[in-house]
Structure formats: structure tokens, C-alpha cells
């Protein structure tokens, strides 16, 4: 189950490998790898010796479990016989003592063993062997799972350790940890030889999330999607032997999983197995005096058994609580119980909580699982009551799902719980939204409202209606129909706390449907309700409401001002944190950040929007605004140019399982920063999962045009012209108007270079260049409505303007300046990119050079590849690079400059269009021509282009 690669363990490889060396030189030399089973220490090992410089005779040898009870030696008899089988029995016969050799009795090929010989002289001979073998080429001897050895392998390792000093050998051990107990043999032995100066202790930790979805990756040929990655991290703990059982949706790889973690526990003494058993029941960590009335087992006996778990690593003490190590563990021990000897260790678990803690979490489950309903269902219902009090959402909608699942199999589950089935419903609902679990809250809510009858429950209609529309909406960006029928299903002049919650939540959606008039219509209405009736819970999101129409009305040049919305954002943060609205108090950070972003205070943006994000894993909202404010925390660090950090976060965000639409607005974060590195098949991976996402979203406008970008900027790259400018006028016309003025500059950007790249590549098709201009006519119509009252708008539109203007570098240097007083990093590269052309175009080298060098710089730290590979083209077109006059590699004793000219040449270009692709003058190009057509024996262009492509001189 160990896969073909080894992953995340180069420093480990790195003291292995520098061990051998140290070997190779005369010096001691010994290594001890030690880890959990399913570490890599095999495969760290293999990797290690193999293709070794010196070309080592590698030999090698595994103990036995329980190799104490059986024959002695058996991993050097291994090794023994591996040499034998590598030289042949005459040569190791030769090399042994001339009057019989004590190895005669581990293999009778060698010859007869002398009748008599002291345990000195074995040890001795086996030293003398390897050593002397070790004169012609290196050795290395590999000994697995040390911590089965029998005492006469012990010695003998021990002894060899010692005593190999001299020779070019080096000496391996594995073993794996958690497997010996207090006081036992080969403990004391590891110990004394990891104080050892000539050995070298490797301790294998569990791999770390970006290692464990490159073996993912691996495993599956393809990258690893972030989400799943995190969730096998998380799960297997990072053991790669768990990663892949993980990995693999196959039954059976579950079953080899539990196979393997049970052969840990079946050699464990009765009462240790019995304790393991009792904690694989209880599942969360408990106080020894529980565990002992579970079992059974008198004081004495349950410590020592608990001490001997602890010893071997199986079991874990935090406080005064005991619990196994690792949920694999746990679960395969559960799995090996009969269903008899479950309900009989939960009944007593359930027992022993119900004084001691009465409203646990666990004690419900316990109840279930022993098939006591009655019990159950009281406790859970309070349990999840608890839970809410904590935040803890999750927990509390699990509660609930375990009330609802078993609400039928109960004589009387509304008097035990005092509420009714539908209460039950809506609460499961509120938590699913709380939680970020839209899909099983939309068919929750939808289950409530089926048992409710609006004619005779006005009211409790329209407040589910108000819980369905929003969790459609973080589905897919709908859920307007359903709050605008709430708002009628309602009385006149009753339910004004209902009535204004319903309006807010309305207005919300139509800020993200761009429907600001209609927002503002019903913030404003549902602010005066909460007015009328002084509810600070009311005012909370109406204002919030507000505080982001003062920053469209910014935006759209009118008369709004970033202060002013400052204070609302402070007002509505007041207000939710006064009256516990978790929801509206989150989404205020999160609104403000992109406030920030927006003015060009990128590095405060990401700061608030960590506040917020912490804020939310506090409040148990991780999966629903947690995932929205790390999308704006990462978007902000994408622009700073801080774009591992973004990943980071993003991954740790999709592991979490966010609503579809929070996970493509995460997954548009990498999607660019993977286009930009040139990670393709990372990119086509995510980009095919927001395609996907954006075939089912139908009021997603602001993700799907980031979707429309992403899709633009990559079919412009791959050459694929008229696709990106077909993907281009989907999203312009008549709805245009109606975008947020971000999201349309950066669509007018990535198509105003796509539309550049096009005509470049068909400079005489006069159909293009009619396409191409107007095209641009509609990008600069687009450009002029808005308003860019904005530090990042006014960038943008400086950009777009020295696009539009390609000769003018003063325009440029505008927008350079704008992007590097934004601090955003990668604009600012591709600015002083596009500068740099249009100083090469005039002649100005040493203003391109300079600004070529800067963007290098940039480039280079974020590891942008594309971008790099166009610095460097440029360089070399632009003579900034090399001497051009030099003859490069060829038969016709061409320079580097003819060759470029050649190449661009044979594309068809005239003179004046090579001229302004190499930047320089119509003349010069005449000359290389002429020079061309002599070196290369032809007399046409034709000819020579068909000439450079039979020499392989166009690449």
C-alpha cells in the first residue's frame, strides 16, 4: 500500500544519503528511521539507496513479529543469504573462516558449522564477512522492524554498530514507534544507541497538507483537488499509509486499512483490549473512573491497563482523559465489535454519564446506539440547546438530525422534547444555515414548510419561506421569489419584527443581483419598522444594508462617501454583536474589507477580514461566513502578491465543505493565481469545476464574471483567439451597466489584452482588425460609465487607457505607478511589461531594460512563469539579453539576430511588421534579409522559410 514515490521527506533522504557518504569515507556510520506503521520508512530507505554513487551492495533483512518466541537471527540469515544469492557460494566461502564457519548453521551451503564454538565467534564472523566484502564496494545493510528483533538479533546489531567503525558500511534499523511498552528489551537497546555519536536518529512525522496532495496527486495522476486533500489530511493524520487507503474509494482498501490497524491490538493483554474497546464506545475523551465502570475492571487492573496503552501509544491523556490516539484506530476497533458487545459498552457508557454529565452531547448518542429512544431524544434536544448557547452549530445540528431521525420510534416525542415536529424542522433548518450546510437546510426548511398551511400560519409560513430563500441563495445566488412571497403571505400592519427581518434579507440578495434601488427600498423600509419598534436586532442588518449602498453610490460617482459607510459598518457591527446576530455581525467585516480592497488598502482589507474569520471559527461559522471572509482575506493577499498565503487559506476554507457559491468564489482565488503560475493542469482542473458550478448558478452574476475572465484571459493564451472574444461579447451589452464597476474593470482589462493578442497575431486580416476595433469600442463604452472614484478603479482605468494607446509610454508609467502605489504586485509586473514594448518600439533600451529588470524581480518571486517567459522573449527581441551579433548553433553560420528575424520571417511577416515585432528599423530588417537569403542559399523568402523549417531552425 505504499506508493511508488516518497513524498515530503527530503531532509530525511538528505541525512540518509550524507550518512552513506560518511560510510563511504572510513567513518562511522549507522542510521535508526523510526515512525508510526505506515510512515514511509520502507520507501524512505528504498529511495534512499537506490542509484547511490559507488554503485553499494545493498543487503537487507526484516525481523518477525513476535520474533522473541521464534528462530534467532533471522534478518542477518536474510542478509546472509542475499549475499550469497549476490556473489555465489564460492565467494562467500572464501571470504569465511578456511576451518568451517558458525554461519554453516544458519545456512549448510556454507560449508559444516565447527562442533563447538562460543556466541563471540558468530557475532565476530558475521563483522568479518561484511567487512571484508566492504573492501571491493560499499555495503549497505538494512534491518526492518527492529522493534520485533529477538535478543540475538539485538546483540548482533548492537555489536555491529560498534564495531564497524573502520569499514564502508553503512548500517541501517527501522522501527516503528508506539510499538514496545515500558521496560522492554529493545527499547532499552534504541535508547542506548540513539545516544550514540556515530548514529544517526531520523524520527518520520506525519506529512503536512501540501505533501500529502502532492501523494494524492500522484496516486491519481492528476492534481489533487484542495478540498478532498485537506479533508484526507485531516483524516489520516497525515500517514501516507493512511493517505492512500484514504484515497482509494475502494471497499477493500478499508478493509486492508482496518486489517492493518487491528494487527497493533490483537496481541494486547485481555484487559487492555477490553479498556480499548470501552474507549472506541465512548469516542470522546472520559475520566478513568468511567472507564473503569464500563469494564468492569477493579482500580488496580484498569491503571495499569491504561498505562500500558499510554506506553504503546495507542491511547492519549489530555487533563485527567484518556482516549485513542488516532480515529482510524478508533473506528476499526468499533468495527471489530458485535453488534451484542456495542449496545451492551454503550448502555454502560450512557449510565455513567447520565449523573456526571446530563446534558453531553455524547450521552444522546449512547442512548441510540443502546436502543433506549425515550432516553435519547430529551437529551439530545437539550444537548443541541447547549450547543447553540456555545456556537457550536455543527454539534447542534447533529443533535437535532438525531431527534428527527429517530422522532418516530418515540411513544410520545413531542411531550419528551416540547416541541412540535415542525419546531424541531425550522431549528434544524437555522442551524444548517448557521453552519454553512445550505443543501440539508434547503431540505429541511422545505420538509417544515410542507407541514404548514399558510392559510391558518401566516406567519410561520413566511418566516420559512424567509430561511428557504436564503439558503437558496448561497446555493446558487436565487431565493428573491421566495422572500418576496413570505413578505405577502404576512398580514398588514402584523408581524413587523418578521416583516423587517424578511426585507433586509431581500435587500441583501438584491445587492448581489445589482438590484441597488430595490435594496435600498427595502433597507430602508425594514430599518423604519426596527425603528418603530426599537430593535437593535432589526437595525442590524438594515444598516448593514445601507452601509454597502454608500459604497455602490461611491462606485457609481454619486453622492456617497467611504466614511459615512464606515460608521453604518461600525453601527450594524454594534448592533448584531449587542444582540448576538452572528450572521449580520460576520458579514459586516466582510462588506467593510472589500470597502478597503476597493479604495486600495489591500494589506487592511486582509487584516479585517482575519479578524472576521476568526471571529466566525469562534461563533461556529467557519463553513458559512468563515469561507466568504477567507475568500477575502485570500483575495486581498492575491493582490499584495502574497499568493502562497492565499492558497493556504483557501485550501484550509474548501476543506471545511462551504456552499457551492462561497467554493467557487474561493476557487476563483487559485484558479488565477494557478493561471498566472502556468499551472495548467491545476488551472483546466479548477476552471472545469466553475464552469460546472456556473452551468446551475442563475443569480451568481459577480462569480460568473469572474468565471468569464478566468475563461478569456486562458483561451487568449493558448492562441485560441476568436474563443476569447466570443466568451467576450456573452458578457458585454445591455446588462453591462449593471455591474459592481470591480468586477467590469477587470473583465475590460483581461479583453482589452486579449483583443491586442488577436490583432497581433493576425496583423493583415482585415476582418480582425475590424472585430478587434469594435470590440473596443464596446470596452471603452464599458470604461466610460464608470466612474472611478476609486485608487483601484483609477488604475484600471489607467491601464485600459495605455492599452487603447499603445505608442504612448508616459500612459504606461501612469498606470505602473498606480498598480505599485496599490501594492499590487502582478498588475504592476504587467504594466512595467507592456512599458517596456512601447520603450523598445521607440528605441529606448535603456528604459526598457530597467523596466524589464523590475518586472523580472517581481515575476521571479511569485514564481508567474508566463509572465517570466515573455520578460525573457523580450530581452532576447529586444537585444537587452545577449550579444545578438554572436553565430548561435547552426549549419549556415547564422547569428542570433538573423535567426530571430528568420523566425519571425517565416511566419509570413513583412519587413515593417518583423521590424515592430524585433523593435528595430525597416532597414535593419532589410539588411538581415539579404544576409539571410545568401547564408542560406536561397532566393526568396519562401524558399527561405522552407529552408529554416527542414534545418529545425524555427525553435
Known sequence: MVGPRLVGRASELAALRSAYERARSGGPAAVLVSGEAGMGKSRLV????????????????????????????????????????????????????????????????????????????????????????????PVVVVVEDLHWADESTRELFAYLVRNLADAPVLLVGTLRTGELAAGHPNRQLLAELGRRGEVTRIALEPLDHRHVAELLATADGQPADPARSRLIHRRSGGNPLFVEALGDADDTAAEDLRSLLLARISGLPGPDRDLLAAMAVAGAGLPDDVFGEVCALPSRHLHDALRDLVERRLVVVHDDRYAIRHDLIREAVYASLVPGERRLLHARCAAALADREPDHLALAEHWIAAGEVDSALPVAWRAAGHAARLHAHDEELHMLELVLAHWGRAADPGGLVGADHVDVLERAAAAAFATGRSGRGLELSTAALDQVDPATDPVRAATLLGLHGRLRQRIDGTGMQDLQRAITLLPPDSAADVRSRLLSALAVIGIGAHRHDDSRRYATEALSLADRLDDDGLRAPAVLVLAVLVLHDVFHGTAGDTELASRRFADARRFADAVGDEHTFLTSFQWEALMLGANGRYEAAAELALTGQRAADRLGHARSRGSMLAMTRAMHLRHLGRWDE??????????????????????????????????????????????????????????????????????????????????????????????????????????????????????????????????????????????????????????FDAIATPDALPAWDRAADAWRGLR??????????????????????????????????????????????????????????????????????????????????????????IAAELFISGNTVATHVARILTKLGVTTRTEAAARAREADLLH
Open 824 to 913: 499590487n504586485r502582478y498588475q504592476l509586473a504587467l504594466a512595467l511589461t507592456d512599458a517596456a514594448t512601447t520603450a523598445l518600439a521607440s528605441n529606448n533600451r535603456p528604459g526598457a531594460a530597467s523596466r524589464l529588470r523590475e518586472a523580472h524581480a517581481i515575476a521571479a518571486d511569485l514564481r508567474a512563469k508566463p509572465l517570466l517567459a515573455h520578460i525573457d522573449d523580450l530581452r532576447r527581441r529586444g537585444r537587452l539579453a545577449d550579444d545578438v551579433t554572436a553565430l548561435a548553433t547552426n549549419d549556415f553560420g547564422l547569428t542570433r539576430r538573423e535567426l530571430d528575424v528568420l523566425r519571425v520571417l517565416a511566419r509570413g511577416r513583412s519587413n515593417a511588421q
Open 646 to 799: 492565499a492558497a493556504e487559506v483557501v485550501d484550509n476554507a474548501l476543506a471545511d465543505g462551504p456552499p457551492p457559491l462561497y467554493a467557487a468564489s474561493l476557487r476563483l482565488v487559485v484558479t488565477d493565481i494557478a493561471r498566472c503560475r502556468g499551472e495548467a493542469d491545476r488551472f483546466e482542473l479548477l476552471l472545469r469545476q466553475l464552469v460546472e458550478f456556473g452551468r446551475h448558478a442563475h443569480a451568481a452574476d459577480e462569480v460568473l464574471a469572474e468565471i468569464a475572465v478566468q475563461r478569456i484571459a486562458w483561451a487568449a493564451d493558448q492562441g485560441d483567439h476568436e474563443l476569447a472574444d466570443r466568451i467576450l461579447g456573452e458578457h458585454l451589452g445591455p446588462a453591462r451597466t449593471a455591474w459592481f464597476p470591480p468586477e467590469a474593470m477587470r473583465l475590460v482589462l483581461v479583453g482589452a489584452r486579449a483583443l491586442r493578442a488577436w490583432r497581433a497575431a493576425a496583423p493583415r486580416n482585415r476582418r480582425v482588425a475590424d472585430a478587434v476595433s469594435a470590440r473596443f469600442a464596446e470596452l471603452t463604452d464599458l470604461v466610460d460609465a464608470v466612474h472611478t472614484t476609486t485608487t483601484e478603479l483609477a488604475a484600471h482605468r489607467h491601464t
Open 46 to 137: 528504498t529511495s534512499a539507496v537506490h542509484d547511490l554513487p559507488g554503485e553499494p551492495l545493498v543487503l537487507v533483512g526484516g525481523c518477525l513479529e513476535f520474533g522473541a518466541q521464534g528462530s534467532p537471527f533471522v534478518p542477518f540469515i536474510a542478509v546472509v543469504r542475499d549475499l550469497v544469492r549476490r556473489l555465489g557460494r564460492g565467494e562467500v566461502t572464501r571470504l569465511l573462516p578456511a576451518g568451517g564457519s558458525a554461519l554453516g548453521d544458519w545456512l549448510p551451503d556454507l560449508g559444516p558449522a565447527p562442533a563447538r564454538y562460543g556466541r563471540t565467534r558468530l557475532l565476530e564472523e558475521v563483522l568479518s564477512l561484511i567487512g571484508r566484502v566492504a573492501q571491493t564496494r
